[in-house]
């Protein structure tokens, strides 16, 4: 089936070819951070994580989003998602792909990887975090590609893939929840020490994931003759609806909780990104810009007649892709490293080279995910033509 990867329109071409050339220019960058160091960074003794890190968070969140299309087609036979479920599963390979590539990335020297398989810590939440994103990954490849080969032989796909079909289930859900324990689990950092940071982590990833996947199969409907389906990305958009709503609410009890119990290591964080602290606040603009974009696309979502319109429904799904992205891309990791554990404010900006090493990332994931995509389009025009 790779074959049909490689065959396209001049426009698809010129599409892969743009993405190679940042690939390649974020790859020069990489060199030049890989000789020089992290110090080429915007990272420093008070924020040890950074943009690197915010984005693999937030794509573990797009990747296990593919549940919500998984769990309703294969457990609940809901066949309508049958269109699109292989989608859903070829979103999360490259958002997975990009999420150890940021790793890598965030390691000065990427050859340190190899200590978590070296000299494997099973109390190491790290360690389970390289299981559950490795095992994903490689689930949903398998799955997907399987499912596929078999639809386009018109065919059932192998008995011995459901086992595997279902253990993606709760896999999924794995990813994020362990992901969320890597910040939760450190108990001098009061902006994650809180037990709801899971459910924001899962609430917020079956937002935005879903609503990438909207904004995908209305792309695909323009440019292929293949449509996923009004019924399917109706369905995704209600799925959306309810976990944006999820995300604020749990948003606000966090605040509730913090305000109202005045916990200061933990108020001076939430100060720190929507109201400045010690006369410093550089994240107040995105974090406002978030939170705006998150209830704008709540007041866009809940009534059905806004919902079905096809231009609303698109300006809503940018509206929760963007408004999660600063929550989680930007927000989490400086609101959790700012102010320090002695409340000293050291703000973090990523440098240029983070900037363009991240677009370099960016650039390979949407690679893998045009190649998969024009290779499950491709054939799906033929079954449905």
Not at 334 to 347: A, C, I, M, T
Request: net charge positive; hydrophobic share 55%.
């Amino acid at each position: 089936m790779l074959e049909k990867a490689i065959k396209g329109s001049k426009v698809y071409y010129g599409w892969m070819l743009a993405l190679l050339t940042l690939i390649g220019v974020g790859f020069g960058f990489y060199l030049w951070q890989f000789n020089s160091g992290l110090g080429i960074t915007g990272l420093s003794r008070d924020v040890s994580w950074g943009f690197y890190i915010a984005q693999f968070t937030f794509l573990v969140g797009v990747a296990a989003s593919a549940v919500m299309l998984v769990l309703p087609y294969y457990l609940h036979d809901y066949k309508a998602f049958g269109r699109i479920t292989i989608l859903g599963e070829f979103l999360a390979v490259s958002s997975v792909t990009m999420c150890l590539l940021f790793i890598i990335v965030d390691l000065g020297q990427p050859t340190r990887a190899l200590n978590v398989l070296l000299y494997p810590t099973p109390r190491s939440v790290l360690f389970w975090d390289m299981i559950v994103l490795n095992g994903y990954l490689l689930l949903n490849l398998v799955i997907g590609w399987k499912v596929l080969e078999a639809e386009r032989n018109n065919v059932h796909y192998p008995m011995w893939l459901k086992p595997l079909i279902y253990l993606s289930i709760p896999w999924a859900v794995s990813i994020h929840t362990v992901t969320a324990f890597l910040y939760c689990g450190l108990p001098g950092r009061g902006f994650w020490l809180t037990a709801i940071l899971a459910p924001r982590f899962l609430s917020s990833a079956f937002a935005a994931g879903p609503a990438l996947l909207i904004l995908l199969c209305l792309f695909v409907r323009r440019i292929s003759k293949f449509d996923p389906g009004w019924e399917q990305i109706q369905s995704l958009a209600k799925i959306v609806t309810y976990a944006i709503i999820l995300n604020v609410f749990f948003f606000l009890c966090e605040i509730f909780v913090v305000f109202y119990s005045q916990l200061p290591e933990h108020m001076d964080h939430f100060k720190y990104l929507f109201v400045g602290l010690q006369g410093k606040g550089s994240l107040i603009p995105f974090m406002w810009t978030s939170m705006i974009l998150m209830v704008l696309a709540i007041i866009l979502l809940v009534p059905s007649q806004f919902r079905q319109n096809e231009t609303v429904l698109t300006i809503a799904c940018i509206a929760v892709f963007i408004g999660t992205w600063i929550d989680k891309g930007i927000g989490l990791i400086s609101g959790g490293f700012v102010p320090n554990p002695l409340h000293y404010v050291n703000e973090y900006a990523p440098s240029f080279p983070e900037l363009m090493i991240t677009i370099g990332v960016y650039a390979t994931g949407f690679f893998i995910l045009s190649v998969l995509f024009k290779i499950a389009v491709t054939i799906k025009e033929e079954l449905y033509a």
